[in-house]
T-cell receptor, first 114, second 115 residues
């Protein structure tokens, strides 16, 4: 398996624009997570899905953020409108069923909002 | 709620020095514990894990023992190398029977090894 695949790797956009980040989890994994990493706040869990259903979105910072998982092999994280404070590295991760299993991370998308 | 506390860096050591990065946690349920490593420009990679009390995880010369009595999972290595320079994250997953939780991470410790 190629691992968790995220696209794009880098995104530079202007304030106010819509940004869509994409993730393909590892085949067969039941859980998908979106994290945000910044120097100030470290690694934050934004939302996670189980079998394509959102389970906990309490980490989503505001209504400008939304995430979907239309099928088992694809998820998106959308920011609309984007703001400079959204600049961060966004990671997608997936894991199989079972509480003792680790999550596998993608390479991340570095988002810069100017 | 769940939380992980780890020593903040940067931690700077000379090559071949002994390394300890402290990690303590609070959790509900029955946590599994993990150490992840992040090299510059890359995603997080699992370094080692332990799933129950007194388990020892080990990989690439790194070790950590799950200590339930002290709620700790300290990372150690006997002789570090320049290539170990990275950011290290302690994390937990509390499986409470209703399903796996998202991993809760510490803030990360930046390790710098000087030749």
């Amino acid at each position: 398996d190629a691992g968790v695949i995220q696209s794009p790797r880098h995104e530079v956009t202007e304030m106010g624009q819509e940004v869509t980040l994409r993730c393909k989890p590892i085949s067969g994994h039941d859980y998908l997570f979106w994290y945000r990493q910044t120097m100030m706040r470290g690694l934050e869990l934004l939302i996670y899905f189980n079998n394509n259903v959102p389970i906990d979105d309490s980490g989503m910072p505001e209504d400008r953020f939304s995430a979907k998982m239309p099928n088992a092999s694809f998820s998106t994280l959308k920011i609309q409108p984007s703001e400079p404070r959204d600049s961060a590295v966004y990671f997608c991760a997936s894991r199989p069923q079972g509480g003792n299993t680790e999550a596998f991370f993608g390479q991340g998308t570095r988002l810069t909002v100017v | 709620g769940n939380s992980v506390t780890q020593m903040e860096g940067p931690v700077t050591l000379s090559e071949e020095a002994f390394l300890t990065i402290n990690c303590t946690y609070t959790a509900t349920g029955y946590p599994s514990l993990f150490w992840y490593v992040q090299y510059p420009g890359e995603g997080l990679q699992l370094l080692l894990k332990a799933t129950k009390a007194d388990d020892k995880g080990s990989n690439k010369g790194f070790e950590a023992t799950y200590r339930k009595e002290t709620t700790s999972f300290h990372l150690e290595k006997g002789s570090v190398q320049v290539s170990d320079s990275a950011v290290y994250f302690c994390a937990l997953s509390a499986y409470s029977g209703g399903g796996a939780d998202g991993l809760t991470f510490g803030k990360g410790t930046h390790l710098i090894i000087q030749p």
